[in-house]
């Protein structure tokens, strides 16, 4: 199990619709997050050695989504038409079934033993290299965030909008903008992770 970030961004983001004549403008912040639980399989090809390179199977479920605040106590840039959403934070996830395989290597840093046939137990540094795929899931990329106007998208763009309420708190008017735009591809990832092992003798 794990999670972690892959993308951040914060951009501002100009709001319109036919109700709401005035052009809001905020300061959004974009932030991408994914977490997995995952079922490992590894064979080891050598346990007696400092370094112990490896290869590993997986499979299990994995999250991916973004998580989006819009600044509203910042003042708006523009005339804010006194136009807010009703809440300040919204996120968007989906969860795909993923399965993979790596090439992986541990080396031992602290040990009881410096004899390695006879070590058990210690403290190993692990790094590997997995490619991960999945099933098709919808995600936010970050690096288009310019095109969140429908109009600006254009006619063979796949996507489809991220739209959240807005409401007039002079007219009580609720109404929808668009934030982000959404796409949907297969997962395809390959991963790097570096992280510590500490193994207990029996």
Request: hydrophobic letters at 35%; a positive charge; aromatic letters at 10%.
């Amino acid at each position: 199990m794990g999670s972690g970030r892959y993308g951040k961004e914060r951009v501002s983001q100009t709001f319109q619709n036919d109700v709401v004549r005035t052009p809001t403008e905020f300061m959004v912040n974009y932030i991408n997050f994914a977490s997995f639980s995952h079922l490992n399989l590894r064979y080891e090809f050598t346990k007696n050695t400092k370094i112990v390179p490896y290869v590993m199977a997986l499979g299990g479920r994995q999250t991916m989504g973004t998580r989006v605040k819009i600044n509203v106590m910042e003042d708006a840039v523009g005339g804010s038409d006194d136009c807010a959403p009703p809440e300040d934070e919204v996120t968007f996830k989906r969860r795909t079934m993923v399965w993979g395989y790596g090439a992986c290597f541990m080396m031992h840093l602290v040990s009881n033993s410096h004899d390695f046939n006879r070590n058990t137990e210690g403290i190993l540094l692990n790094f590997s290299v997995t490619s991960v795929q999945g099933g098709n899931i919808d995600y936010v990329n970050v690096k288009q965030l310019q095109q969140v106007n429908p109009a600006a998208s254009p006619a063979n763009d796949a996507s489809k909008e991220w739209a959240v309420p807005f409401i007039n708190v002079n007219t009580n008017n609720i109404h929808n903008h668009t934030i982000a735009r959404v796409y949907n591809s297969p997962l395809q990832q390959l991963q790097f992770r570096l992280g510590i092992v500490f193994r207990f003798s029996n």
